[in-house]
Each structure stands twice: as C-alpha cells, then as structure tokens.
C-alpha cells in the first residue's frame, strides 16, 4: 500500500459563534478493536474540552446499529455500511462544535471491512478511507492490555480481537502520519488519565489557545 501524504486538506470553516481562540473546528478520533475503553476515553476526553470552556461535539460507534451484522460474522457489506455510515455521522457533526470527538474512525473499520472481506478490499474504498484519514487532526489509538468483557452485544473471542489489531498494525502506517497518532494501553483510561496534556496538542495543531481546565464542585 502506498505510504500516508504529509500533505494535509483545507482547513475546515470557523464555527459560527465560536469563540476567536478556537480558529476552527478540529477532530479527534479514538479508535482500536472492541473492548477497549474507547467510549469512556471519548466521554473523558470531551468533558476535559467543556472544562476547557469549549463546546464539544460526540460521533457515536455506529457500528451497533449496522443492519446487517456485526461480529466475526458481518460480511464485507456490513462493514462497508459502517464505514460509509461513520463518514456520513462526521460530515453531519463537523462543524457543530470547537471540538468533535468520534468513537471509532474510519482507519479502525477499514481493518474491520478488511478482515470481512478476507484481506481484498472488494469494493475499492483503500483511496476514500487514506483520503478520509487526512481529516483527522489528531488520532488517539487504544491497545488491548485489558480483558473482554461480555456486553450482550460485541464479541468476546479473543483472536477475532487479535486478528483486528494485526491488521490495524499493518495499514495505520499507511492511512496516517506519524505526528497525528497518539498511542495509549487501554488500561491507562481511568479517571487519572491526564486529558488535558491532550487537549493541549489537539489545540496546538489547530493554532488554538484553550484557558486552563475549570474545578467543577
């Protein structure tokens, strides 16, 4: 696969209303397999934005809501529609806040749909998802230190989990610069993970000031 481009697409427009410190809207994505705590570090992240005296805007997983499957056995289609699904959610959301803060992105369901589709990518979306990844101004991966924990809803087979982040390893290189990853263990989200060192390199790469972090009592 052809290396991820350095260069970076148009910056989005201001948000209306939206206060001169923030230049415009900026997105983070967390993303890895299931399991991970990747909801509770999206819900973390986005309450350290507010406190922060910024709006914040959340993409939901949409994956749960795929008609067609999910799992070990969603097919090719099933994780097409999710990546044509998390694109859409964005688009929608993009400009709503200073900050939009998604649970998934499109890097981790391409490994999904890849995996689906038996390593072809059969309907020809490897230019759409580079170009896509491109949007994100900083991308936070999850690694899987911790144990699955069933939830009547996503797998708890371990190497379908493996067999994800096998092929996230290999295609993340190829879809996303290196100064825009962000990599943490999933067992560090807890409630002393420090957010907003993060905040503070989100704003950075945006040319955002942001005002220290308020006490809410």
Not at 31 to 47: D, E, M, N, W, Y
Not at 99 to 118: E, H, I
Not at 198 to 204: D, H, K, T, V
């Amino acid at each position: 696969m052809p290396r991820a481009r350095t260069a970076r697409p148009p910056a989005a427009a201001p948000v209306a209303g939206s206060p001169a410190r923030w230049p415009r809207s900026a997105k983070v994505a967390f993303i890895g397999s299931h399991g991970i705590r990747k909801t509770s570090a999206v819900l973390a992240f986005a309450a350290t934005v507010q406190r922060a005296a910024c709006s914040a805007e959340l993409a939901r997983e949409i994956v749960r809501d795929n008609p067609l499957g999910i799992n070990e056995s969603a097919t090719g289609e099933a994780q097409l529609w999710v990546i044509v699904s998390q694109i859409r959610q964005e688009l929608e959301l993009a400009h709503k806040a200073d900050v939009l803060v998604t649970d998934r992105g499109v890097m981790d369901n391409f490994a999904y749909y890849l995996r689906a589709c038996g390593g072809d990518d059969r309907y020809a979306v490897e230019t759409l998802v580079r170009r896509w990844s491109g949007t994100y101004d900083l991308v936070v991966r999850l690694l899987p230190d911790i144990e699955l924990q069933a939830d009547g809803v996503r797998s708890t087979n371990d190497a379908f989990r493996d067999e994800v982040e096998a092929i996230l390893d290999r295609v993340l290189p190829t879809l996303l610069a290196p100064d825009r990853l962000v990599t943490i263990r999933a067992s560090e989200v807890t409630s002393r993970f420090d957010w907003w060192s993060l905040l503070e390199r989100l704003a950075a790469s945006v040319g955002a000031s942001i005002r220290p972090p308020t006490i809410w009592t």
